[in-house]
């Protein structure tokens, strides 16, 4: 299973960005209960999980974001997507997708780790 992602790029503080995943080598099952999620690293800072959806579509946040983020995806679980409003020089980081396949747990529980694949990250600049 490959992840890519797209759609960072730099914005202002205040202004809005739309980041997408896309998964391939992925066949849905209509029985799995997957996760899908996005993850941030800003520079000289750890790895922080922002939001994961699951398969169902119950959607998790970090504080941070709550409120200004929305993660959702598409039927397939193959595609998932970050809505980033309200953003602020804080939110300046690579940002990661994730996801991990099957019958797993998801929510909070998969803030810390348990995702199996990755992308390679898009960068998301937010100047003041």
């Known amino acids: 299973v490959q992840l890519v992602e797209s759609g960072g790029g730099s914005v202002q503080a205040g202004g809005s960005l739309r980041l997408s995943c896309t998964a391939s080598?992925?066949?849905?099952?209509?029985?799995?209960?997957?996760?899908m999620g996005w993850f941030r690293q800003a520079p000289g800072k750890e790895r922080e999980a922002v939001a994961n959806?699951?398969?169902?579509?119950?959607?998790t946040y970090a504080d941070s974001v709550k409120g200004r983020f929305t993660i959702s995806k598409d039927g397939s679980d193959t595609n998932w997507y970050l809505q980033m409003n309200s953003l602020q020089p804080e939110d300046t980081a690579m940002y990661y997708c994730?996801?991990?396949?099957?019958?797993?747990?998801?929510?909070?529980?998969?803030?810390?780790?348990?995702?199996?694949?990755w992308g390679k990250g898009t960068l998301v600049t937010i100047s003041s």
């Open positions: 994730a996801a991990d396949f099957g019958i797993v747990t998801c929510g909070e529980a998969k803030f810390a780790n348990g995702m199996d694949y």
């Open positions: 080598g992925y066949t849905y099952s209509p029985l799995a209960a997957n996760c």
């Open positions: 959806i699951e398969s169902n579509g119950r959607a």
